[in-house]
Each structure stands twice: as C-alpha cells, then as structure tokens.
C-alpha cells in the first residue's frame, strides 16, 4: 500500500461512452500527477498539478480532460477515445514538484483501459 | 532535453545469478537519479536514488552509482531471487522544472 489509491482498477468503455478515473492519495502531498504506461514506451507524462493548479500539460488530446478539487484527490474525465488510448493509466503524488530535491514519487496501481 | 534509455528485455536469469540493467541519460545540469520497480498488478515503487555524482543508492541488495562521466546509473545485484521477478524503471528528475522523466523499463523473470 503505498498510500495512492486508485479507482477502477480495470475499465473497458466504448468509444463514445464517458467515464472518470479517480485518484485519491492520504501522503499529504502537494503534488499530483496523472501518466499512461504503454507497451514498450516509456511513461509518458500526462498532466501535473500542483496546490489543485494545472502545472503541466503534455500536448495531450482534449478527449482526456483532468480535474483537481483538492490536493488529495485528481481525476482524468474520458471522452470519444479511440483504441490506441488503451493502456495502464497511473496516478502519483508528490511532496512538491519534480524539481525539489530528494524529491519522490508514489504511484499507485494504476487502472487497465481498454477501449472498444 | 532531458531522457533515459535503459537495456531492452526481456531478462531471464536463473535464481542466485549475478543482475545487471543498465541505464543512461541525457539531462541538463546535474539530476536526481532513481530505479523503480514495479510488481506484476501493481504501481511504480522507489527501489533506489541517488542525488549527485558518486552517490550509491542501496536497498533490498540492489544498488546502483551515479556515473556522471559516463551519464549511467546502472542497476545491480549480486544474487536475484525469483521474488525479484518485476519490471524495472530508471528515472531521472532535473534540478529544475516540474516532470520525472522514465526509461521504457526492463522486464526481469527469475527463475528457480
């Protein structure tokens, strides 16, 4: 348990279904971050927040919509997705930012997408 | 910009045989370096860190060196156990702005 709780642990949706993922950390953390973790890809970075403020966003397509109503708590709204979203969405948290030193992150399990 | 590559898998290795993944980065200035793991089911965890150049991250018999000459952190153990069986990542995060940056991850099966 590594205290970052993630809900559904699998999710099959079809393409124009609507469906939330939700993330929940009880660390105390400032920091939130949502990744999606494809075969033979390295983690790519989703989105970052940082005191419920929006610090970061990759170029990710408008389908994936974030929201952060507090410091525990990040979900990622899901929207017309196409096949190739499917994949192993993860969610972290942090004390700070990446930049801090000794910084760390926790993830949790992850939830298992698959879009028809 | 900043990147990690680590060796492509996957790694089979027999228990009680001597581990080595290796990792190298591009980054600017001087990063924070880390190994994840991550368990069949389950999240990333923090195996190892290490901060600056010589440092030695240690745990559970793994360890690895920050090499800045050579821009590696390579992962090692000198003995795996078939509970080592996981997929490991190397990271990096730079000294400034918000993002960790992830290798592909290498998977490692240990078997008896």
């Known amino acids: 348990e590594t205290g970052v709780t993630q809900t559904p642990r699998h999710l099959v949706m079809g393409m124009t279904n609507k469906k939330s993922l939700k993330c929940e950390q009880h660390?105390?953390?400032?920091?939130m971050y949502w990744y999606k973790q494809s075969a033979k890809k390295p983690l790519e970075l989703m989105f970052v927040?940082?005191?419920?403020?929006?610090?970061e966003n990759n170029s990710v397509p408008s389908r994936f919509s974030p929201e952060c109503p507090n410091s525990s708590h990040l979900f990622l709204h899901l929207h017309t997705l196409q096949p190739e979203d499917s994949a192993l969405y993860l969610c972290?948290?942090?004390?700070?930012?990446?930049?801090?030193?000794?910084?760390?992150?926790?993830f949790g399990a992850g939830t298992r997408l698959s879009v028809l | 910009g900043n990147s990690v590559t680590q060796m492509e898998g996957p790694v089979t290795l027999s228990e009680e045989a001597f581990l080595t993944i290796n990792c190298t980065y591009t980054?600017?200035?001087?990063?924070?370096l880390f190994w994840y793991v991550q368990y069949p089911g389950e999240g990333l965890q923090l195996l190892l860190k290490?901060?600056?150049?010589?440092d030695k991250g240690s745990n559970k018999g793994f360890e690895a060196t920050y090499r800045k000459e050579t821009t590696s952190f390579h992962l090692e153990k000198g003995s795996v156990q078939v509970s080592d069986s996981a997929v490991y990542f190397c990271?990096?995060?730079?000294?400034?702005?918000?993002?960790?940056?992830f290798g592909t991850g290498t998977s490692l099966t240990v078997i008896p």
């Open positions: 972290a948290s942090s004390q700070d930012l990446a930049g801090a030193i000794q910084n760390i992150q926790y």
């Open positions: 290490a901060t600056k150049a010589d």
């Open positions: 660390l105390g953390h400032n920091a």
């Open positions: 980054a600017t200035g001087y990063p924070s």
């Open positions: 990271a990096l995060t730079p000294n400034t702005g918000n993002q960790f940056y």
């Open positions: 927040y940082n005191f419920k403020e929006q610090t």
